[in-house]
């Protein structure tokens, strides 16, 4: 069939890129983003340099005005209420229904709500979008009291920018120390002890009820303890937001399942970003990417199915975080069946290396060491086998043992 138009639900990463990918692959049909959020912009920098003020909303869009004009990319500012699949479309939250002869849903996700008493309040802060973000800074003034419940990526991105801000922080987390999964063990503890060494509280602790009080909030931990705050922002995660792609009946699992096409359960549908998830052949369900990279990747790889052009090929998964003026990035799988192999430095972890027993290398994180990171990945891609001793040698450039 002729593809003559394509409608992307949801102008974040993924959907933009879609759309970028197409265009630049040559399609020259109908394309429009549908979001309520209007021009595409970029959310890493909500947590960083948008919420220090460093950045403007002009400063964070993914592409100028222009570039949709000459590209001929509409962008129609509706929310979508309801997919139709025979034929293919959309219903808007205006009433509008648009056809098209094939659909990108690139919904991304919501912040995931503390199931406790209290977890639910309108009062507490969560950062998934520009609004998030116009709001947390608009309360964040020198002296104000900020509790932040999980320190994860995001929940430690705002620590630090909070309290570059001048905000009296307090980070509570159930996990000490949080993020061993993406850097291993050694690498979190130094990353966590840094929010001490910058003035901010540290408490290791499980909430268990958020309340309202005459100056601000009070949350209490399972041990007892007692946060009082001007200000509460959740940072736990997201939710995939599948609910479109649930109502019209396309399969969904903790995302929507799509197959290395990005191709969902219905053939004319795929799906992109945080909220797709890839399920094997052999019905293997793969962890879903929250990441920068996996949008676009992701993005990528559908605009190349829907025009039925070689797949791009993506190498092992990349992620960075910043915090307390330190860059953190990751690659592959530091968790996978294996030993890590350390790199230290004046007396400090830098990177850690994690190695399968056929001495792979499964994954790599490094703080500060991006050309490491970058190094590793080559390694990854390519199966390179690497000495141990030299894996560990801080002076022995990454980049020398990836060729
Ligand atoms: C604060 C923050 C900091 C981050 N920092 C990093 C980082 O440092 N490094 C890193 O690797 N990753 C980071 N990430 C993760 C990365 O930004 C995401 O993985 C990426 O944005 C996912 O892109 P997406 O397009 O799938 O989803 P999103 O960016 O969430 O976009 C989804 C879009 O869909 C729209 N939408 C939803 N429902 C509908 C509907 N019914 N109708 C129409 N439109 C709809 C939404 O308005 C939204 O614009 C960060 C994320 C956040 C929130």
Known sequence: MNIESILIVGGGLAGFTVAQNLRS???AGRLDIIDPAGTPYDRPPLSKGYLLGDKDAAGIELAPASW???HQ????AATVDALDLEPLGVELSDGRKLRADRLVLATGGSARPLPIPGGDLDSVLVLRNREDADR????IVPGMRLAIV?????GAEVA????QLGAEVTL???????????????????????HADAGITVIHGSPVGIARTQAGHRLELADGQVVESDEVLVGIGIIPNTELAQAAGLETDNGVLVDANQRTSHPGVYAVGDMARTRRPNGTLLRRGEHWEYAMNTGATAAAAILEQELPVHGASWFWSDRHGTHVEGVGAMNGEGTTILRISAGEPVAAFRIAGDGRMLGAAAIDGGLTIKAARRIIDRGIVVKASALADPDMPLKKLAR
């Not at 630090?160 to 309290?163: K, T, Y």
């Not at 159930?174 to 050694?186: I, K, Q, R, S, T």
């Open 25 to 27: 692959r040559g399609y």
């Open 68 to 70: 949709f004009a000459e």
């Open 73 to 76: 990319v509409g962008l129609v």
């Open 136 to 139: 947390l800074r608009s309360k």
């Open 150 to 154: 999980g320190a994860g990526l995001i």
């Open 160 to 163: 630090s920018s909070a309290r």
């Open 172 to 194: 509570v987390d159930p996990v000490d120390p949080p993020l061993v999964p993406a850097v291993g063990p050694e690498l979190a503890r130094r990353l966590h002890a840094m």
